[in-house]
């Protein structure tokens, strides 16, 4: 028996997981094997080189899977913005209907909602949870420290900033709004406590990393694999810009660059952290759930385990409240 939550009815999925936008891996592979799994699938805009060639990729998705899945736009400051607004029309004129946004996105909110869009923001604090509340979202991806990518600063853990979402977050006219849980979820324990936390399902990316289908090199999975939940490094703290990245040579270096750095330019790290895809010569960004990934399976077997683990979970704490209890109280 299915989940049944705010996510799942809004969306039309079966099992209430998002693969959260992943730079550099958000591509129709993914994004179609985890909505053919019964998630929800999510390509990510940037990653494609121009807006002409998102839009083939939006049309390749849609070759690869019948079921919903979503576009994500990342608008984050940078010296030489790429053209969001032609990314986000693409976006509208194919017809995706789910987005998942992030970053400053006010513009592009606004033309989604116009366009007949349901909106996922990701927040990694209460206080822009309720500015992208007032823009009009349908969701908030609550994303803790926990996670992988930009973690705000912070530092609030989703144990936290989920009971204080289930607190805040209104819409104005007082109902409450559905927000999803990110940022160290990775199975199905993860979804039954994320429900327990008022969260109407689970946004994941590293755990989607270390699946067969994440068009990623086999190398990174298995580092994923084989690392425990002290193998991430936090760096650009000193520019208010913090990220999340996996932990190796080049986090080391770059770290100690901005620490003993007596200029304190960010050109001095910049190298470093903008090196892509290798594990073993450039960065790459991943959560500290790496601890919790154990194996590398199919995207399929993932999320059925996820919905088992997530059910009996659930039973179980059920069993524990006894109704007419002869409890010594
Ligand atoms: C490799 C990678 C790239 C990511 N790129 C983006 C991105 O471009 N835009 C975005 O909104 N989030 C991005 N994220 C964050 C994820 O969408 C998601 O919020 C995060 O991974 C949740 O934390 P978790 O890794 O603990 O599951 C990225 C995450 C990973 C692992």
Redesign the pocket.
């Given at each position: 028996m299915p989940f049944e939550t705010a996510l799942t009815k809004a969306l039309g999925i079966r099992v209430p997981v998002v693969q959260?936008?992943?730079?550099?891996?958000g591509y129709a592979e993914m994004a179609s094997a985890v909505s053919n799994a019964g998630g929800l699938g999510i390509l990510?805009s940037?990653t494609q080189p121009t807006p002409a060639d998102l839009r083939k990729e939006i049309q390749k998705t849609r070759r690869m899977t019948s079921k919903p899945f979503g576009v994500?736009l990342?608008v984050l400051p940078t010296l030489s913005p790429p053209p969001y607004g032609e990314y986000a029309q693409v976006i509208i004129d194919e017809g995706i209907k789910i987005v998942?946004t992030?970053g400053l996105v006010k513009d592009y909110v606004a033309k989604f909602k116009a366009a007949g869009c349901t909106v996922l923001h990701?927040c990694t604090t209460i206080r822009h949870s309720l500015s992208a509340v007032k823009m009009g979202v349908d969701f908030i991806?609550i994303?803790g420290f926990?996670?992988?990518?930009h973690v705000g600063e912070h530092d609030i853990p989703n144990f936290v900033l989920l009971n204080r979402a289930k607190e805040q977050l209104r819409k104005p006219n007082g109902d409450p709004v559905p927000y999803i849980a990110?940022?160290?979820?990775?199975n199905g324990s993860s979804l039954a406590a994320a429900l327990s936390l008022g969260a109407c399902g689970i946004?994941?990316?590293?755990?989607f990393?270390a699946t067969v289908e994440a068009p990623i090199h086999h190398n990174i999975k298995q580092s994923i694999v084989n690392a425990t939940e002290d193998d991430t490094d936090l760096l650009m703290r000193r520019w208010t810009n913090t990220a999340r990245f996996f932990r190796n040579t080049v986090t080391q270096a770059a770290a100690k660059v901005e620490k003993e750095s007596t200029s304190g330019k960010f050109e001095e790290i910049a190298d470093y952290v903008f090196l892509n895809g290798d594990p073993d010569y450039g960065v790459?960004?991943?959560?500290?759930?790496i601890g919790l990934i154990h194996d590398i399976p199919t995207c399929d077997e993932l999320l059925k385990r996820i919905e088992t683990e997530a059910r009996d979970a659930v039973m179980e704490q059920a069993s524990l409240f006894k109704e007419d209890s002869k409890a010594k109280l």
């Open positions: 959260g936008g992943m730079q550099w891996v990510t940037l994500n990342t998942e992030a990701k991806s994303d926990e996670c992988a990518g990110s940022g160290g979820m990775a946004n994941m990316g590293t755990r990393m790459w960004t991943a959560g500290i759930c």
